[in-house]
C-alpha cells in the first residue's frame, strides 16, 4: 500500500505539472501572439515607409526613391522583403529578393490581408498585403520578414521557461516532501510507542499527537484501558467464584455420606464432585499462579523464578528439584498472565508426575522456544494425541491430569504457536516444547 507522504507527494506534483504546463502552454501562446503582433506591426511601420518612397517619373513610370529605403531591403536574401505591384501589371520589387520571386496576391484599395509563406531558400515568410491609391494609381504593396530569427528566440524562451518550471517543480515538491516529514515525525513517535505497546514496555500512548489524530489516539488509550480492566476483572471473578465455589463443595461432600442412596449412586455423585472440586482448585492454582499481573508484558527472567517459588511451595511436600537454565532478559509481546498459565500448567503437569527432577529451559530467537522436562514414567507415543484433548486423561487416579495440557493447547493456539510432546533425552520422562512466534517484538 503507498504511504500517505507518497500519495501527497505524487498527489502535489501531478497537480502542479498541470498547473506548471497550463502555465508554460499559456506563456509560449502569449509569447507567439506578442511576437506575431511585433512583426505585424513593424511590416506595418516599413509598408508605410515604402509607401511615402513610391513616385512616378515624368515618363509615367512608377519609382522607388532609393533614400527612403531601409538599407535591409538592398541587401541579397536578407529575410525583408517588398513588392509593389500595379494595376497594370508592372510591380517594383526590392533588390533582397535577388533573383527570387514572391506569390503577391492581388489586394483591393483600404484592404489589407496577412498570412505565412514560404520564401527564399526555405525561408518561413510572414507576409503582409495591403491595396493602396497614389497618385492616380491602383497598386498593392506587399512586405515580408523571415520568422526564423524570431522562431528561434521563441524556442530559447521555451527551454528556458520549460527549465525554470521544472526546477521550480522538484524544489516545490522537495520542500512539501520535507514539511511532510517534518508533520509526519509525530505519527512516527505515536507508531513507536504502538509497538512498546505491543512488546509491553508501554501500557499507554504518551503521545497525544496533533489535534487532527488526538480523537484517535485518546480513543486507543480508552480502548487499552478498557481491555485491561475488562481481563483483570475477568481473571478476578474467576479466582473469586472458584473460591466461592470450595466451601459449599465441600459441605456438599462431607453431607453426601447422610443421604439415603444406593452405593452406586453414591460413588458416581462422589466422583463428580471430586471432579469439580479439581477444576476449582485448578483455578484457584491459575488465580495464585497469575497473581496481580496488571499490564506487564513475559520477561523470562523476571517471571519465571517468581513461578518456580510458588510451584516449589506448592509441592514442598515432595521435595522435586526443580531447575531452570539460563534466561533471556528481555520483555516479550507476549501477556504476562497468559505466559504464567502456560508454564504453570506444563510445571505443575510434571510436578505430579516427577520423580525427583524437572528442568525447564527458554530459549529466544525468531521465536520463543520453551520446554519443560521431567524423570516421570513419560507417555507412550500413541497416548499423546489424546492427551492434548480437552479433558484427556490417562491416568484417572491423577487429577486434572489432561485439562492442564489442553489450557495449554489452547493459549498456544491462541498465539499461532506450536505443542509438541517428546521423550525427553536427558531425564527420560516426559518433554514438552512449546514455540510461539515473536512477529510482533523489535529488539
Known sequence: MISLERRFVLGLAATLLAVFGFLFWGSVTTVRSLAEAYVQARLEHDAEALLGAVWVNPRGQPRMREGRITPVYQQPLSGHYFVVRF????????????????????????????????????????????????GGLSFTLVVAEDMAPLAASINRFQVFVLGVLGLALLVVVLVQRYLLRRGFRTFEQIRDEIRQVSAGRLSQLNTPGPLEIRPLTGEVNRLLERM????????????????????????????????????????????????????????????????????????????????????????RDRDLDIVSGELPNQILPLDHEDMLELLGNLLDNACKWARRRIDIRVSLGRDLDLTVADDGPGIAEEDRDALLRR?????????????????????????????????????GGLSVNVRLPLSGYSE
Open 87 to 134: 494595376s497594370d501589371g508592372r510591380q517594383v520589387r526590392s533588390r533582397s529578393l535577388w533573383d527570387e520571386d514572391l506569390d503577391v496576391p492581388s489586394v483591393p484599395p483600404g484592404e489589407v490581408s496577412s498570412r505565412p509563406v514560404a520564401g527564399p531558400g526555405g525561408q518561413q515568410l510572414w507576409l503582409r498585403a495591403a491595396g493602396y491609391e497614389k
Open 228 to 315: 485491561q480492566q475488562r481481563l483483570e476483572r475477568s481473571r478476578l471473578a474467576l479466582g473469586n467464584l472458584a473460591h466461592a465455589l470450595k466451601g459449599p463443595l465441600s459441605l456438599m461432600t462431607r453431607d453426601l455420606d447422610a443421604l439415603p442412596l444406593a452405593d452406586e449412586d453414591r460413588h458416581r455423585l462422589a466422583g463428580q464432585l471430586e471432579r469439580i472440586g479439581v477444576l476449582v482448585e485448578r483455578e484457584l492454582k491459575r488465580a495464585r499462579l497469575a497473581g496481580e499481573g496488571g499490564t506487564r508484558h513475559f520477561n523470562p527472567r523476571r517471571d519465571v523464578p517468581e513461578l518456580l517459588d510458588v510451584l516449589r511451595q506448592l509441592y
Open 391 to 427: 479433558g484427556g486423561r490417562l491416568d484417572e487416579q491423577e487429577p486434572g491430569h489432561g485439562l492442564g495440557l489442553a489450557i495449554v493447547r489452547d493459549l498456544v493456539e491462541a498465539y499461532h504457536g506450536t505443542l509438541g510432546l517428546n521423550p525427553s533425552d536427558r531425564l
